[in-house]
């Protein structure tokens, strides 16, 4: 009796965390990643700038680079309806959707000007502050009208 109702205990743990892992070849699993990554690769441009990571300019520029790559595609994985209750963005993704790809072509002219910037031989951190912090804040504005934390 006992093993039979640990058994079903874990049946039932198992069958929740199947239902709520988001399928990682889904459009939201696809985004998601990409999102991720961009968070990860701004993270440590902005470390080489606060003083978290040691300043190398060819790994800035490169880091630039990939981020401006990244930028352009999220927004193919944003189906024309919101496919998955998971997702955290808001309803207004799909409802205003003029907006949405406005502030995504804010964000990739600014990484495009980032990864100029970071080309500038020498490369100083102070020639990149600025152009980074106009893409955290590309980040930041869409994030404020379309996301849902
Ligand atoms: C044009 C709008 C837009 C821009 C620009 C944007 N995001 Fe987002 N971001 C979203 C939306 C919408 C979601 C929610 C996606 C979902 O859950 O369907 C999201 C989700 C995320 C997530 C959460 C992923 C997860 O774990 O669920 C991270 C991290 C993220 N964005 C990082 C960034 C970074 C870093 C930048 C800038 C380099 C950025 N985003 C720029 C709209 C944007």
Not at 1 to 9: E, N, S, V, W
Not at 61 to 87: C, I, M, N, T
Not at 94 to 103: G, I, M, P
Not at 131 to 139: F, G, N, S, T, Y
Request: proline residues 5%; charged residues 30%; aromatic residues 8%.
């Amino acid at each position: 009796m006992r093993f039979k109702l640990t058994a079903a205990a874990l049946l039932a743990a198992l069958a929740v965390t199947a239902c709520d892992r988001v399928d990682p070849n889904s459009p939201l699993g696809k985004r998601t990643a990409i999102f991720k990554e961009m968070l990860k690769t701004s993270e440590d441009l902005g470390g080489m700038l606060r003083g978290r990571l040691a300043f190398e300019p060819q790994a800035f520029a490169e880091g630039a680079a990939h981020l401006d790559q990244l930028s352009r595609q999220p927004w193919q994985y944003f189906p024309e309806v919101k496919d998955d209750e998971r997702s955290s963005a808001r309803d207004d993704v799909w409802e205003k959707q003029e907006r949405f790809k406005a502030l995504a072509r804010d964000l990739e002219q600014r990484t495009a000007a980032l990864v100029e910037a970071a080309g500038r031989q020498p490369l100083t951190p102070d020639q990149v502050v600025q152009p980074l912090q106009r893409v955290e804040d590309a980040c930041e504005a869409c994030h404020q009208a379309f996301r849902a934390y």
